[in-house]
């Protein structure tokens, strides 16, 4: 069974302090994305990586950063966190169909 | 204009009855079409995908597609209390990239 894990799960934090969101996968996919979701503004992708050391923005990148160093990890990178970066992040790997996404817990974060 | 546009809701229904939730979509090249359902604090999870026009069924869900109106709908026939979540439609352009609608509140009501 399919298993996306996003670490941490919670975080308050504050301005310009750099922080890291993990993602890991089981299943050896080569396409993992990264969303926020917002009220009102709904699931918006940031990024995404079709395999390893291949990855393109989403709709809003800015201000975030990505790598792929390897297939199962996805980490999503905050370098200067602002306020407007308080949300939910979810990660996300294709599913069993084409086209279909299987997406991580979810992780709040909040900048003060 | 939105690209993926729903209803926010909430769309309440009785128990038992038919909920009927729908999404409009502006990208004509769009190929693929999917349904989440969302519970509160929780990740949205696949219940419906759809990629030619016309019904799909699957249990109790039936999803619709009219590539020509641009518009994909969700039905959920016998409607349980336990259905109530938002649901959010997703269209998929051809590329990696994924579009999603901001969601449709249904409350079903015992």
């Known amino acids: 069974e399919a298993q996306v894990t996003q670490n941490p799960r919670y975080l308050i934090t504050v301005t310009g302090k750099k922080l890291t969101v993990t993602c890991s996968q089981n299943?050896?996919?080569?396409?993992m994305s990264w969303y926020r979701q917002d009220p009102g503004l709904g699931l918006r992708q940031i990024y995404y990586s079709m395999n390893v050391e291949v990855t393109d923005k989403g709709d809003v990148p800015e201000g975030y950063k990505v790598s792929r160093k390897e297939k199962r990890n996805f980490p999503l990178i905050l370098e200067s966190p602002s306020p407007n970066q308080t949300s939910l992040y979810f990660c996300a790997i294709m599913g069993r169909g084409p086209g279909e996404l299987f997406f991580g817990e979810g992780s709040r974060l909040t900048v003060l | 204009q939105k690209e993926v546009e729903q209803n926010s809701g909430p769309l309440s229904v009785p128990e038992g009855a038919i909920a009927s939730l729908n999404c409009t979509y502006s990208d004509r090249v769009s190929q693929s079409f999917f349904w989440y359902r969302q519970y509160s604090g929780k990740s949205p999870e696949l219940i419906m995908s759809i990629y030619s026009n016309g019904d799909k069924e699957d249990g109790r869900f039936t999803a619709q597609l009219n590539k020509a109106s641009q518009y994909v709908s969700l039905l959920i026939r016998d409607s349980q209390p336990s259905d109530s979540a938002t649901y959010l439609c997703?269209?998929?352009?051809?590329?990696?990239?994924?579009?999603f609608g901001t969601g449709t509140r249904l409350k079903v009501l015992a």
């Open positions: 299943m050896n996919h080569e396409y």
């Open positions: 997703a269209v998929n352009p051809g590329t990696y990239k994924y579009i």
